[in-house]
């Protein structure tokens, strides 16, 4: 299939799925995931052993149906991305819930900027098209190429369209001179890393955190707003903005990455299942541990 025949099919099929309603989204989500569970067969092993390490007191039967959930929504954030990129119209009082608006709103008064500090939960594409309809400003994610060039392209022009901007992943100065313009930056660094980095506990399990934080956020300025998502049963949303952390990120990078981490854990344990346990949060060890994702016999 050529690249603009793939590009039109996507086009097609995501606009399709963006005229559906949540709960529609959510009963399709359901019943692909059976599925998506055999196409992502190594991100469903991956989570079950994010889960088991996490979660080791949580009896199996348990984690085993935490684990479908957790699959269900991230299905569900798929095509709620469909949404975020295709929507025309995006009536955010039928998508979320919001609580603590006014930390949003009170941010984007002080006219520096705002960085959202977040997670990697399920929905982040539709999350951050409603955030900047609430905020009133550009919000810019920190993005990664998918492997199709064709799709990628087409994506990335959908987010500059409804969010006003996008940063590359390696491009530290854009993100600091979308805050230095008044806008908001969107950082989730609840990912694993190789270099530039401190062991801080996550869930009990050590988990390689950049050691850069303090530096890349001073730098940033801007109103921090603590943010995050959880499911509810119907489809929709629960936003949640948040009030700064107090002296946070400090000058410290051991303890700006343990209190990240401890903010993130403790939302996550609200809601499990919202959480992405599919990538190899544990994957870098410390000098001398075996790893964490090795195939068992």
């Known amino acids: 299939m050529s690249m603009s025949l793939r590009v039109r099919a996507f086009r097609a099929l995501a606009g399709w799925v963006a005229g559906r309603t949540p ?24 989570a079950r052993t994010n889960l088991r390490l996490c979660f080791p007191d949580m009896p199996e039967r348990e984690r085993e149906a935490l684990l479908g959930r957790m699959l269900v929504a991230n299905v569900k954030g798929l095509l709620d991305a469909c949404a975020a990129w295709y929507a025309d119209e995006l009536r955010v009082e ?3 819930e919001v609580e603590g608006l006014e930390h949003l709103r009170g941010a984007v008064a002080q006219g520096r900027g ?6 990697h939960f399920h929905g982040s594409e539709l999350h951050m098209r409603a ?29 500059r369209q409804r969010l006003g901007g996008t940063i590359a992943r ?26 530039r980095n401190v062991f801080a506990p996550f869930f009990g399990v050590a988990a390689s955190t950049l050691d ?35 002296d946070f990120p400090g000058r410290d990078g051991v303890a700006a990455a343990a ?32 790893d964490l994702y090795a195939r068992r016999l």
Not at 23 to 46: C, G, Q
Not at 149 to 157: H, M, R
Not at 265 to 289: I, L, N
């Open 259 to 290: 209190r990240y981490n401890a903010w993130v854990e403790a939302r996550v344990r609200r809601a499990p299942e919202a959480y992405d346990w599919g990538v190899k949060r544990f994957k870098t060890r410390p000098a001398g541990e075996a």
């Open 131 to 159: 955030i900047r309809q609430l905020a009133g400003i550009p919000v810019s994610p920190i993005v990664r190429a998918f492997r199709d060039a064709g799709v990628d392209g087409e994506i990335n022009a959908r987010r």
């Open 170 to 195: 390696s491009d530290l100065h854009a993100f600091c001179a979308t805050v230095h313009r008044g806008e908001a930056a969107v950082y989730t660094p609840d990912v694993n890393v190789r270099v």
């Open 23 to 46: 709960a529609r989204r959510l009963a399709l989500a359901r019943w692909l995931a059976p599925v998506a569970a055999v196409l992502a067969a190594k991100r469903r092993r991956v």
């Open 114 to 119: 705002v960085v959202i500090l977040g997670a």
């Open 212 to 246: 850069a934080m303090p530096v890349l956020l001073r730098r940033a300025g801007g109103t921090i707003v603590p943010t995050w998502t959880r499911p509810l049963p119907d489809g929709r949303y629960a936003l949640v903005f948040e009030p700064p952390l107090p």
């Open 94 to 96: 039928e998508l979320y």
